[in-house]
């Protein structure tokens, strides 16, 4: 009985202390996970919550907050860069480049390139690059190929739009982080948490400028549509060209002269011949006036 005794009140020690370990681990968690209290509105005494980031360790680049609720691209419509390459057959290269051209600063462009020359067979050929609103494709397009024969024709529509709004959500992205770190620098204090604030602005703008640039050159390739056009005159019938009475006296006179080029290289080569003969034959009558004449 009194072993009994003594086990129970050794049970009840052991609960008693359980449940005080229990009730302080409770509010250890409680206070851990107690919200911070908010800034007041006078001066602080310590770090703020962007100086106690800056201070913990190197800055990593803010995340990006969205702009909209909406999914990135939603609303966007279809971006298509158009381009055109056509060969046409005219009867005057410089009159239907000048006719090209025409075309394309009438639809509101302009003219890229224009270059006009003739090939190793003094055949003559242009080429011309017009830049026009992508609205005014189709009609400009119509209007070259009447200019002449279309010998060959290819159009190109490249959908652009996923590259696109990639761009425009790095663009967003990147404006987002220069906005958070300009809102770290008010409340930096120190120099060096100066700097690092300021490093981090310079690497994102960069960024920035980077994939503004590459927006500026895809909104140029869409809102303005390309047509290169190669012009080319006919062949003339029975060969490149006719006779030519210049060319003759002209090939005649090279000719002439081309003989006499020869006939002097063919003297100096035997003039050693002839020296070396005259030498032998001087030799062989000196030889033959001593020999005695026979009865």
């Known amino acids: 009985m009194q072993y009994r005794s003594i086990l129970i009140l050794i049970v009840c020690i052991a609960a008693v202390a359980a449940a005080g ?3 302080l681990q409770g509010s250890t968690a409680k206070s851990a996970i107690a919200p911070l209290p908010a800034e007041s509105g006078g ?3 310590g770090y703020s919550s962007d100086q106690a980031l800056i201070a913990s360790g190197p800055i990593s680049p803010p995340v990006p907050v969205p702009t909209s609720g909406g999914m990135p691209g939603e609303g966007v419509e279809t971006k298509i860069i158009k381009t055109a390459d056509l060969t046409l057959e005219v009867s005057n290269v410089t009159s239907a480049a000048a006719a090209v051209e025409a075309i394309g600063t009438s639809a509101g462009g302009y003219v890229s390139t224009t270059n006009i020359g003739t090939d190793y067979t003094s055949q003559p050929y242009g080429t011309v690059v017009l830049r026009l609103p992508a609205a005014q494709f189709d009609s400009a397009l119509s209007g070259v190929q009447a200019i002449g024969k279309v010998t060959s024709l290819s159009t190109q529509g ?3 739009t996923a590259e ?3 761009v425009q959500a790095q663009i967003t992205a990147y404006q987002n ?3 958070q770190y300009n809102l770290i620098m008010k409340n930096a204090t120190k120099v060096e948490d100066v700097l690092a604030i300021q490093q981090q602005i310079d690497t994102v703008q960069t960024n920035l400028d980077r994939v503004t640039g590459q927006m500026k050159y895809l909104n140029s390739q869409i809102d ?3 047509i290169t056009v190669t012009l080319q005159e006919p062949a003339p019938v029975g060969g490149t060209q006719g006779h030519d009475f210049v060319t003759a006296i002209n090939e005649g006179i090279a000719g002439f002269f081309g003989i006499i080029d020869a006939i002097i290289v063919f003297v100096i080569s035997i003039i050693p ?3 070396i003969a005259g030498v032998a034959y001087a030799g062989y009558r000196f030889w033959k006036g ?3 004449a026979h009865p």
Request: proline share 4%; glycine share 0%; hydrophobic share 40%.
């Open 224 to 226: 303005y549509a390309t």
């Open 164 to 166: 696109y709004v990639d």
């Open 43 to 45: 001066a602080s005494t």
């Open 158 to 160: 490249q959908d652009v």
């Open 273 to 275: 011949l002839l020296i």
């Open 290 to 292: 001593r020999r005695p």
């Open 21 to 23: 370990c229990t009730s």
């Open 177 to 179: 982080q220069i906005a």
